[in-house]
């Protein structure tokens, strides 16, 4: 299969400022289609540095996908080390001028276009330009010896429609490419070691590859890459073995909008500590909005009386974070909202504010259904966002059994 | 200054199924003790393709830190790659198994230890152990030529805690070294072309180093890194070019949650389309419980008129997606928590449900104060997920402004 790289170019992505979310963008789209990313790499903006970067990359390769460092500000300096890897000398290009012009036009019309964008008409001489339909930074597309080179800006939602443009012009630079089968499947409420002891053997696989992913949101991630043949074997396999765990979609807020859909049913969130996650991980699916009826994040123990119906008492007597409390937050915020399912959080997310019986990562979480309520008691390690996250990931579980439970 | 580099290892990583957000983690941590990290690269499963990366990233490196493959599956092969860049027999070590059996009594209590872990407890004969305390994976430190190697698994807070007692014995491993000196700012509401005609010639210095980070959640970072003197008195001028734009805090959410917190006001969202994003924004801020005193995700049309106040006849004659609606949530979301400013959200997140006149991406936000409502339409390009998260910063922005004029 034809290699490609992947370069991730900026100051701060090597300080670690920033978190290179594009090079996995760009590496699941090549290896889509068929070309094997052997690596990935981040660079710092010194232009030195990515012409070394990029010279060593290009060697045995066919494509090197570089973002960022396309920017106006000085100290983007991508397009510079590519006219020195390529050998061709920098100039301002006429029709790359026309375009960051016409961008400003569009949408900042009446602006004067600052001076400093001139810097993003500056081209290789040998060098094609790559259209950007969504912000000022032209692409760059050239070579450095027998390996194609396409340069994109860092900004994701700019990088991602580019990126699809060079795709479509993929099989004209890399001959021979064949998309291979990717198979996966999802399971949630076994551990990975365990998982594991029920496949014997195929982890270890090569041909189809298999490979097992453990997401921060709840769900285990099996993928088999190979020959549709192959994949569809091993998948069908995988899929006996760990029935019972088995998940419709790829993650637990997918699979429950899924079903929920297709059964007009709904759910309804209370959330303390999760802090609008448990909803955000609902809502980040399409078409989230038909089943998530209401979504209140309830931090205050008057907001929890008021609107959840929560007894003042209850709280008095077993604390807000409490099995008691967190039933009484599911089932009132069911009835509220006239929902399927309701479910609940409470706990501490911390960093402070926990104590020796109450530790901070402690968390209940709760789902109610018409006939049954359950509630289970966690305990998240991690920082705060990392507790929110998690903790949101087991009350889409807990939602999920009583969904099933319900559906027998 | 010394050399490190980072090596994230996982198939997961390079077929672009997971975002490595490690490689950051490490950078930052690293860079902030004073190793420059010159690249970060990411290799799959293959061991012989993690043997020559660790072997290329060790030649003229101080320290070379990997993360991932340590799992107990036989996918993983960090251990064995380790052993043979090394050259050192890979053996069972009893403290590493004690260490395994020990968890699974703590965690795990009455369950066997599953077979597949004692491959957990394979080290190079000369290789040290690194205790984990939040997962079964010991780390491994060893050396290749005169470069570490520290090899931490991919979990990402396993990995956290473990590069922290990494940084602990740094100094014994890696003589001479001295922590550089990084100032920050953060500004909102001016782009970053417009920011650098504000600072001509300042994005290309190197001593000290100036960047800027355009974030997905409404603010720019600029960044400088150098010597104490040279960082404070380049600070001090980057702060009196852009001070009618700075952010007290690093960003939106955080600078909001200090300013309310210090006055002791309080904010309450109404959140349509944005679907939790506005509320997790600043609760991602430890304290921010304090603050916000109560978020309502209102997707249909019934929830915000029985729960906000909005009146049918305003959504049926301007529609859910208009300046009125998003008035009226604002407002009425104040009114009912009993909030200092009231902050809403209402458009559409796409993919499916645009128009010609109502494209997907179309969001109105207010921010209504005791004394003044203001609404602004807003049109936000990419993926759903994008358009949530983006919407979400622009409320909180229309919620910046208010409460600057407020204060006035």
Chains 1, 2 share one sequence.
């Not at 903790?391 to 559906?407: G, H, I």
Request: charged letters at 20%; hydrophobic letters at 45%; a positive charge.
């Amino acid at each position: 299969m034809p290699i490609a790289r992947i370069l991730a170019i900026g100051d701060e992505l090597i300080l670690g400022r920033t978190v290179d979310s594009n090079s996995a963008h760009i590496a699941q789209r090549l290896s889509d289609v068929g070309l094997t990313v052997d690596y990935a790499r981040t660079v710092g903006d010194g232009e030195t540095a990515i012409v070394r970067a990029l010279r060593s990359a290009c060697r045995g390769a066919d494509l090197v996908l570089c973002s960022g460092g396309l920017g106006p500000t000085e100290d983007d300096r991508t397009r510079h080390a590519l006219a020195r890897a390529m050998r061709s000398p920098l100039r301002e290009r006429p029709a790359a001028w026309r375009h960051i012009a016409g961008w400003y036009a569009q949408y900042r019309p009446g602006a004067p276009v600052p001076e400093v964008n001139r810097r993003q008409a500056l081209f290789p001489e040998a060098a094609a330009m790559l259209a950007n339909d969504r912000g000022t930074a032209p692409g760059l597309l050239g070579k450095v010896g027998s390996c194609w080179v396409a340069c994109v800006p860092g900004v994701p939602h700019e990088m991602e429609a580019m990126v699809g443009r060079i795709l479509q012009r993929l099989p004209r630079l890399v001959p021979g490419l064949r998309a291979p089968t990717v198979g996966e499947l999802w399971f949630a409420g076994l551990g990975e070691s365990a998982a594991q002891e029920r496949i014997p053997g195929l982890l270890s696989e090569r041909n189809p590859l298999v490979g097992i992913t453990v997401s921060e949101v709840g769900h285990i991630t099996l993928r088999a890459v190979g020959t549709p043949a192959q994949v569809k074997r091993r998948i069908a396999q995988l899929r006996s073995a760990l029935s019972p765990w088995l998940l419709p979609k790829a993650g637990l807020g997918p699979s429950l909008v899924h079903e929920l859909a297709a059964a007009k049913a709904t759910i309804a969130c209370a959330e303390s500590c999760t802090a609008g996650h448990t909803a955000a991980q609902l809502l980040a699916v399409p078409g989230a909005s038909e089943v998530l009826r209401e979504s209140l994040i309830a931090y205050h123990a008057e907001v929890k009386i008021a609107r959840l119906g929560v007894p003042d008492a209850l709280i008095r007597q077993h604390g807000v974070v409490s099995e008691a409390v967190v039933r009484a937050m599911a089932e009132g915020m069911r009835r509220a909202a006239g929902a399927t399912i309701g479910v609940a959080t409470t706990g501490l997310a911390g960093p402070d504010g926990g104590t020796a019986e109450l530790p901070v990562g402690t968390v209940w979480v709760a789902a109610a259904t018409a006939t049954q309520t359950t509630a289970r008691k966690v305990r998240i390690r991690g920082s705060r966002t990392r507790v929110q996250q998690r903790a949101a990931a087991e009350a889409l579980f807990e939602a999920w059994t009583a969904w099933k439970r319900n559906a027998r």
